[in-house]
Every structure is written in C-alpha cells, then in structure tokens.
C-alpha cells in the first residue's frame, strides 16, 4: 500500500477494490473489536512488499490459572488475619490478593518459595499460607511448606495448583485447591481452614513473645 492508502485503510467502507467487489468494512470491523477491548492495530505496508497487520491486546491471565476478580461476593463469610500468599505469576498474584484483601485479609504477597521464607522469618503473626505448587527457582511450594511446619508448627497451608493427578498434593494433612477457581471457592476455602483448625501460630524459631492465637482457633 501506499502512505495515502495506508492513513485510510481503517476508515468504514473505504476500499480500494473495483465498485462490486469489497464492501470496505472487514478492516474497520476489526479496528473497532481490537480497540474495544482496550488494544490497537498496527499496519507495516510499502508497495511491493506486502502488508503486515498487527494486533497487540491487553495481556490476560494464563489459562488455567483464572482467578475471578469478584471482590467478596454475597453470601460468603468474611474472615481476619494475615496471610502469606506466595504466587509467581504476577497477574494471578495479583487477583488473588485482591480478592483475599476484600474477603477481610491482610496479605503478604511474594513470587517465590525462597522469599516466602524469608518473609516468614521476620513476619510476627502468621496465620496462613495460600501457595501456588509449581514454581521456579528451584524450590517448589511443598518444599518451602515443610520447612514453614518445621519452624512455625500448625501453620495452616492451602497448596494451589493446577495439577489435580499429582499424588503429593492429597498426602494426608494437606489442604489443596485446584485452578482455576473462583473467588468465593478461595474464600470458602480459607475461612474454613482457619476456623476448623485449633493451632496457634508461633514465631520463627528464636522470636521473642508469646504465642499468637490466630483467628478461629
């Protein structure tokens, strides 16, 4: 194409076909569906040479790590204490405080196993983890959770992962939530864990204080 036909080539009903044989509203159609969803479309063209049309969108959470924005849906119990959210895929994380925050939380939001635990080390009161499984740099969240129950005994972990098959997750003792989810399946879940459970959470291993009745024990 041409610059002059490249500034128009968006325009409803402009086409450069013979009159009978394009409408000109294919491109306009598109232009409006892209940036209604927030993106745009990028057009490369010299004559010749061809044309490259690109459509650059919003990025999206990962599918099969859907977590619903609905901030503390109706009907479902509201709850207290601070929980230690550790997910390495920042979109995900970051719904998922979101919803923990509206569900009553107060959150401490990490990306790996490693600063979990270093997190844990110098938090005070502690009353939950919520951990994604599947993580890198080389610690996966099972392991970071067996040494959380070696310094903080009857801390309750809620493991997340999408792969439901995967015989550690269901070891006995073990609360799991499979994902995708939906925000109130989250809170459920953790309002129940926290309220069925009599523990007490601790302090790291050398903290000074007495110990910290969490919520619903």
Do not use: N
Request: charged content about 20%; glycine content about 14%.
């Amino acid at each position: 194409m041409t610059e002059e036909t490249r500034a128009h080539v968006f325009e409803p009903f402009f086409t450069t076909k013979q009159e009978g044989k394009g409408s000109g509203i294919g491109l306009s159609t598109v232009y409006g569906i892209v940036t209604q969803a927030g993106g745009t479309v990028r057009v490369e063209s010299a004559p010749g040479a061809g044309s490259t049309f690109t459509i650059i969108l919003p990025m999206s959470t990962p599918a099969g790590e859907r977590v619903s924005a609905e901030e503390a849906p109706a009907g479902v119990a509201r709850g207290s204490g601070t929980v230690l959210l550790v997910e390495d895929e920042a979109d995900v994380r970051q719904l998922t405080t979101r919803v923990l925050e509206r569900g009553g939380y107060v959150v401490l939001s990490v990306a790996s196993a490693r600063e979990a635990l270093l997190v844990a080390e110098g938090a005070g009161v502690l009353d939950m983890v919520v951990t994604d499984v599947v993580m890198p740099g080389g610690m996966s969240g099972l392991e970071m959770g067996e040494r959380l129950s070696r310094t903080r005994p009857g801390l309750p972990i809620l493991y997340m992962s999408g792969y439901a098959d995967d015989g550690r997750l269901h070891a006995a003792g073990r609360e799991f939530l499979g994902k995708p989810f939906q925000a109130h399946e989250l809170l459920d879940r953790v309002k129940s864990i926290l309220t069925s459970r009599a523990h007490r959470d601790t302090r790291p291993a050398g903290a000074g204080g007495l110990p910290t009745v969490a919520p619903g024990a």
